[in-house]
């Protein structure tokens, strides 16, 4: 995600802040065009480029892109679009206020026109191409397409994300567009905030109070977001939603709230003090040198306390829920405060590649995600697999040159043209282009590359729809889960000429805790000789297994290994969902000698749950607890719970899934998180495995 100013037009104002583009606005000032040739509505601001954001958008658009290739290196580099997000803040803000104090009233048209004109032409195109090659590649990259050209239509891509059930982590979706979730964040903010900016400029009682005005918005958003976050559970809702991450906007509008306070001038045709071709009238509104080394020693501390975030919060630590990213925004805020108030050290950043990378940032933020989610799967059978939340080092390099290649010719092909000409006026230039020259003879309507250029355009076009036609409607993993639910669902079916199903006694117990008539004792094997191996797992009849979605996606294997068993899973399940399933499982007489229960994946669990979840089970049983695996915070505190409770519960022992996906990563699907086919099978292994030494115990019970 990025943000910028647009070109301007001869004698326009380009007021423009959202993405990376090639120029910035170039005027400040009240500036009167000619009136012969002027265009109704067309602002007469113009304003001069201002020294360091180019810089700061190259920095912020690296660390994101970083954050993807690499999530374990940078598992905070999802922070630089809260940078972008201050950026885009003050710029808007600066822009509006400016335009209403300088011509006393802000031209909204003429500013959504600009806004749909450097926004629209590069996303068609990433959207269109990305389809297509999507159509190419098939399978999982096509699901849910659909609703996601919907959302990237109408800028509400974060919506339909929280409406779909879609995670920010996409661990069963590769989301396609997953990353146009900013860009509706900040179109939603472009729709409603020039209505604001006007409000507090136009009613006197909250002109001078703009900025605390601007900075309780923040608050409450930081807040909210604060509030609804839960713990262990999928943040995407708290993170993707424009209301609970609307402060980082707000920091950016209130710093430009400071420096350009919206009172107008005397007369409007009066001189302005200072450069009138400044971005900010006068300079900044720091001066003395006392307060410019305030504002260097801020931009120092925040750029410290970004590079330790970028360096170390998860994003799905609760740590950024719950002020984290309102800190990383404060943090950004002050970076940008100090380049504002030093225009030397903008000028450094603004240097070589770092100005290169900012003027085309929007494209590369647009193109490097949905290269990146096609670029691994296509290659997902030839590169073999990589460990659970890492990028196989050939899909970093293929992922790098095709978006830094892509983003350099959207930025001189369509962004620029578009932006200094306007859609209309680049359409007619490159018609121009593509039609004969007279002379060259012949009826031809366009060249040989204009019709290879048509052609192409055709192609693109035509593989889109057909992408959205034949999509899928579920992806491979959800396709496992669903296939895994019907065999569980078999398990649970009694046929009706079968006698009634009841829970046979735990080796060493006198009967059921239910109290109902034990059945006819088992057929008593001699005990073994010294030299014999070790008991056995249990038969399935005598197993009850309560799961997850992993589970359910091992489920066939499970039955294979263990005939007969109760299996009983559900997606997201947790361990605070426990005890409900157990209870169903007794009512319905299939809560066995043996219970297994793998719920280690979706959420913390602390010892009181994990005790509570053992409670439901009752006594006379033995417990194997599955240990999980999933790149989220919580497992390694619940798996070592996990252990804990079975130290401190007899008849408990450990299936150490966890470790088995370490020794063998190639057992988990692209996910990360579900196994594969031939995982499934290593799953199984690991809870016979558990049974086994569960069997082992002697007559020791839950």
Request: aromatic letters at 6%; charged letters at 15%; glycine letters at 10%.
């Amino acid at each position: 995600m990025t943000t910028t100013h647009e070109a301007p037009r001869p004698g326009t104002t380009p007021a423009r802040a959202d993405r990376p583009t090639s120029e910035e606005p170039r005027v400040v000032g009240h500036v009167r065009a000619p009136e012969a040739g002027r265009r109704p509505g067309r602002p007469t601001v113009r304003y001069r480029r201002m020294p360091g954001l180019d810089g700061l958008r190259a920095l912020a658009v690296v660390v994101v892109v970083a954050f993807h290739l690499a999530p374990a290196t940078f598992p905070g580099g999802y922070v630089g679009v809260d940078v972008f997000f201050v950026l885009s803040g003050f710029l808007i803000t600066t822009l509006l206020v400016r335009e209403h104090r300088d011509r006393h009233h802000v031209g909204l048209r003429s500013f959504w026109a600009r806004r749909a004109r450097r926004l629209l032409p590069a996303l068609v195109l990433v959207v269109t191409v990305c389809t297509a090659v999507a159509a190419v590649v098939g399978g999982d990259v096509l699901v849910g397409i659909g609703p996601q050209l919907f959302g990237a239509a109408t800028f509400t891509s974060n919506w339909v994300d929280v409406a779909s059930g879609a995670t920010y982590s996409g661990a069963l979706l590769p989301h396609l567009f997953g990353n146009l979730w900013s860009l509706a964040v900040e179109e939603q903010f472009y729709l409603l905030w020039p209505l604001v900016v006007v409000l507090l400029c136009v009613v006197r009682p909250l002109r001078r109070r703009a900025p605390w005005i601007v900075t309780g918005l923040g608050l409450a958003s930081a807040t909210l977001m604060a509030l609804l976050y839960a713990p262990g559970t999928d943040p995407t809702r708290v993170y993707v939603g424009t209301d609970t991450h609307l402060f980082a906007l707000m920091a950016g509008a209130a710093l430009a709230f400071w420096h350009v306070r919206p009172v107008p001038r005397p007369a409007v045709d009066a001189p302005v003090s200072g450069d009138a071709h400044a971005l900010l009238p006068g300079g900044p509104r720091v001066r003395t040198a006392r307060g410019r080394l305030a504002v260097l020693v801020a931009g120092v501390v925040g750029a410290v306390v970004l590079v330790v975030a970028v360096a170390t919060m998860r994003w799905d630590d609760a740590l950024a829920y719950r002020g984290g990213l309102l800190v990383c925004a404060v943090a950004a805020t002050g970076v940008l405060n100090a380049v504002v108030c030093l225009p030397g050290i903008g000028t450094q950043l603004d240097r070589g590649v770092l100005g290169w990378v900012g003027r085309r940032s929007y494209g590369l933020y647009l193109w490097h995600w949905p290269v990146l989610v096609l670029t691994a799967a296509s290659l997902a059978s030839v590169v073999g697999p990589v460990p659970p939340g890492t990028v196989h080092p050939v899909v970093v390099v293929v992922t790098l040159v095709v978006t830094v290649a892509a983003g350099a010719l959207s930025f001189r092909y369509v962004e620029r043209p578009v932006l200094r000409r306007g859609l209309r006026g680049a359409a007619r230039d490159l018609a121009r282009r593509l039609q004969p020259t007279p002379g060259e003879g012949g009826p031809r309507v366009l060249t040989r590359r204009g019709w290879a250029l048509a052609a192409s355009c055709a192609l693109v076009v035509g593989l889109s729809v057909a992408g959205v036609v034949n999509a899928p409607s579920t992806t491979s993993v959800e396709q496992q889960i669903a296939a895994g639910e019907r065999a569980a669902r078999a398990t649970q079916v009694v046929p009706d000429d079968a006698a009634p199903v009841v829970p046979g006694p735990a080796p060493g117990e006198s009967g059921p805790a239910d109290g109902t008539a034990p059945p006819a004792p088992p057929e008593q094997s001699p005990p073994p000789e010294p030299d014999v191996p070790p008991v056995v797992a249990p038969t399935g009849d005598q197993v009850t297994v309560v799961g997850d979605s992993v589970t359910l996606a091992s489920a066939p294997a499970l039955t294979t290994a263990l005939p007969g068993a109760y299996v009983d899973g559900a997606v997201s399940r947790q361990v605070k969902d426990g005890p409900a399933a157990l209870a169903a499982a007794r009512d319905a007489g299939a809560l066995r000698p043996y219970v297994v229960l793998s719920l280690g994946t979706n959420s913390t669990a602390g010892a009181a749950a994990l005790d509570e979840l053992l409670a439901a089970v009752g006594p006379g049983h033995r417990v194997v607890l599955v240990t999980g695996y999933a790149d989220r915070p919580w497992v390694p505190g619940t798996n070592a719970e996990i252990v804990a409770a079975a130290g401190r519960h007899p008849g408990v022992v450990v299936a150490d899934w966890s470790a088995a996906v370490a020794a063998d990563p190639s057992v988990l699907g692209p996910d990360g998180v579900h196994p594969t086919a031939g995982g499934t099978s290593a799953y199984a292994a690991v809870v016979v495995d558990g049974l086994a030494r569960a069997a082992a115990l002697g007559s020791t019970t839950v």
